[in-house]
Nanobody, 124 residues
């Protein structure tokens, strides 16, 4: 049974930083591409970033490009999202997800397993 557990969320002022972690268990972590999504109140869940099996290829939503960095440590079965220069519009519940399906990296339906989410609140 795959388990994804996010941590590292919290409250921060605009311009601040947070580092989210996603600890994975249940199957060989390095075999799977991973991603981060977020859902703000009253909005649909949206793609944030994704990373390839080895970590050599990364993808970002335009809204976070240059501010967020996705990475992974396959030896620790953990993925990270370093968030810098945070803005109030980054306020959301952040989810990590694991995918096996081919297709668009940013498409939520291509991800098989999801964590429970961690809240990030950015105040102005």
């Amino acid at each position: 049974q795959v388990q994804l557990v996010e941590s590292g969320g919290g409250s921060v002022q605009a311009g601040g930083s947070l580092r989210l972690s996603c600890a994975a268990s249940g199957r060989t972590f390095s075999n799977y591409r991973m991603g981060w999504f977020r859902q703000a109140p009253g909005k649909e869940r949206e793609f944030v970033a994704a990373i390839s099996w080895s970590g050599g290829t990364t993808y970002y939503a335009d809204s976070v490009k240059g501010r967020f960095t996705i990475s992974r440590d396959n030896a620790k079965n953990t993925m990270y999202l370093q968030m810098n220069s945070l803005k109030p519009e980054d306020t959301a519940v952040y989810y990590c997800a694991q995918r096996t399906r081919i297709g668009a990296t940013s498409l939520e339906a291509n991800y098989d397993y999801w964590g429970q989410g961690t809240q990030v609140t950015v105040s102005s």
